[in-house]
């Protein structure tokens, strides 16, 4: 994990954790953040999967209109970064197994 958090972002974390469903996400996310700020982290989110599923950058950033430049930040970080976009896709990943058992 990164250096030592500051009580401030610790506290948000904290209440991160908090929230339950995709609706109190939602209310929580739209009162912390603005619109647009919550779509840029939609999109990174959307490229960051893309990029796992092996979709090539120029054609995620054709395909979502998120520049190239952000593709290939977000590449960087799914890549070399702290693990955080790894740890959701995979937990993400295991969970859609086990709700849809193969051959089944």
């Not at 500051?6 to 469903?21: H, I, R, V």
């Not at 790894?86 to 993400?92: A, K, P, S, V």
Request: net charge positive; with cysteine.
């Amino acid at each position: 994990m990164q250096s030592k958090l500051d009580s401030k972002t610790e506290e948000l974390y904290k209440a991160l954790l908090q929230l339950k469903t995709i609706e109190e996400a939602a209310l929580f996310c739209r009162d912390l953040m603005t619109e647009p700020e919550i779509n840029e982290f939609a999109s990174r989110w959307q490229v960051a999967r893309e990029l796992d599923s092996g979709k090539p950058q120029r054609q995620i950033s054709a395909e979502t209109g998120v520049s190239i430049a952000t593709v290939t930040r977000v590449n960087q970080w799914l890549k070399r970064g702290m693990n955080g976009y790894r740890l959701i896709i995979d937990r993400l990943n295991t969970q859609s197994s086990h709700q849809h058992p193969r051959g089944g």
